[in-house]
């Protein structure tokens, strides 16, 4: 009964959860007092047979080490001494173990760690009731359940049963009860690499020595915590990524890792440099704007002027918007040609095949060049009076004015201005036949 009640007290501290002899304190020592039950009638050295009321004496001393090997796994040993006492004959039994075994600890990092215990005890009867100096060692096989209960990271309290036999002088089957005050310590190796969980700068992932137990996965001699590519090999330099294409882009961050490129554009090569990565350049070759894919805007005329720009994209121009100039040369060419058109004496009719064909070449020449307004000044020879010949003049400018628009120019282009006979052609108003006529200016 006092072994029942004791157990249940020590069940009621142990509720909660523990360190006991954790994977990063590998080593645990414990020192506590054990308490023997007998099991058994004694069997003493000369048959007789002591079967009165036995009891157990508490304080004597019981120590024990362990080493952990894996996991919950340890091995070590423990010594205690015991003492019973038949109160019925006042005879004291007193007895020295030994043990050596094999501990196996459940939730072995948390605050309450079953576990259970199986080796061999090695028995020696110090002292029995006939012969008090007797020495009787026997050996014999054993098992142990017990628990540990963490009070902090290496300190705790153990208890624990173990059953054992001593098989003669004298004979008796016993229970050993212990507990009392366990202590974790040293350092383990989690990850069983080599390198202990104290230097180690990566306990729970087996590594390397050379890397204070952190792996390289990829091989390339830089460690994984380091690396910011783990799983593909590449120079420390680079954080251990490669850089397939040596453009300085890794190739984690290049979009073109096989072919070297511009940093500006992830990597990738700019073959015309318009700054527009190959890939998605429709013209690779020839540099052209974003906004037309990378391609060149068309200059049909090759003026340097975009068609989409050129209002003369059919014609070579000199001027900002495509188009050809009107020169004073053109417009030479032009009054060259108009000196041809010829009026009637008192008409604006214009007058013979020369004269039609002269108009018709002139709208070629307008076409030729499409930008420019034309000025036609109509003037009149020195036959009859001013406000006549005025009126004369501008039927003659309009008549080759609606002539030229009939062709197929645009009226816009083109202004009509009366001169009447105020400028004859070189001051000679002689000239009648070569007054009539028609020249033509830039505005």
């Known amino acids: 009964m006092k072994f029942i009640r004791l157990m249940l007290v020590i069940s009621v501290l142990a509720s909660g959860s523990i360190f006991a002899q954790t994977s990063a304190n590998p080593w645990q020592i414990s020192i506590g007092a054990t308490i023997p039950s007998i099991n058994s009638d004694i069997v003493n050295r000369n048959g007789t047979v002591a079967s009165g009321d036995l009891s157990g004496s508490i304080g004597l001393p019981q120590a024990s080490l362990y080493r952990k090997i894996f996991k919950g796994l340890s091995i070590g040993g423990q010594v205690a001494l015991g003492k019973t006492k038949d109160e019925s004959t006042s005879t004291d039994y007193e007895f020295f ?15 309450f760690s079953p576990y259970v215990k199986a080796g061999v005890y090695g028995t020696t009867s110090l002292k029995d009731g006939t012969d008090s100096s007797s020495l009787n060692t026997d050996y014999s096989n054993f098992g142990t359940v ?3 209960y963490a009070l902090g990271e290496k300190l705790g309290l153990y208890a624990e049963y173990s059953i054992g036999k001593i098989n003669e002088n004298p004979e008796v ?19 069983k690499d080599g390198v202990n969980d104290k230097k180690d700068k990566c306990p729970d992932e087996p590594g390397l020595k050379e890397f204070e137990g952190c792996p390289d996965t990829d091989g390339d001699g830089v460690p994984d915590p380091q ?3 783990s799983e593909v090999a590449g120079p420390a330099e680079n954080k251990g990524c490669p850089d397939t294409d040596g453009d300085t882009v890794l190739d984690k961050d290049d979009a073109c890792p096989e072919v070297a490129g511009l940093v500006a554009l992830n990597g990738c090569p700019d073959a015309d440099e318009d700054g527009i990565a190959d890939g998605d350049d429709e013209c690779p070759e020839e540099a052209g704007p974003a ?15 975009a068609d989409k720009d050129d209002d003369c994209p059919e014609l070579a121009g000199t001027t900002e918007n495509g188009c050809p100039e009107l020169t004073d040369e053109i417009l030479s060419t032009i009054n060259q040609v108009g000196s041809s058109i010829l009026f009637p004496a008192n008409g604006s009719k214009i007058m013979g095949e020369d004269s039609i064909n002269a108009v018709a070449e002139i709208k070629g020449i307008l076409d030729q060049n499409p930008i420019g307004i034309i000025v036609i000044q109509g003037h009149a020879s020195s036959d009859g009076n ?3 010949n005025q ?19 645009d009226a816009s282009r083109l202004e009509v201005v009366a001169m009447g006979s105020s400028k004859p052609l070189n001051g000679d108003a002689s000239k009648r036949a070569k007054n009539r006529r028609v020249e033509f200016y830039k505005k």
């Open 291 to 305: 906004e037309n894919n990378g391609c060149p805007w068309p200059d049909s005329d090759n003026d340097g002027v």
């Open 227 to 229: 690396d910011e590519c």
């Open 97 to 111: 173990s030994m043990h050596g075994a094999l501990k196996y600890g459940f939730n072995i990092d948390g605050k």
């Open 391 to 409: 009126k004369l003049s501008l039927l003659r400018a309009e008549s080759v004015r609606d002539e030229l628009v009939g062709l197929g120019v």
């Open 173 to 191: 089957d016993y229970g050993l009860l212990s507990l009392g005050l366990s202590f974790d310590f040293g350092v383990g190796d989690r990850d």
């Open 146 to 148: 017990g628990f540990d």
């Open 386 to 388: 001013e406000d006549y």
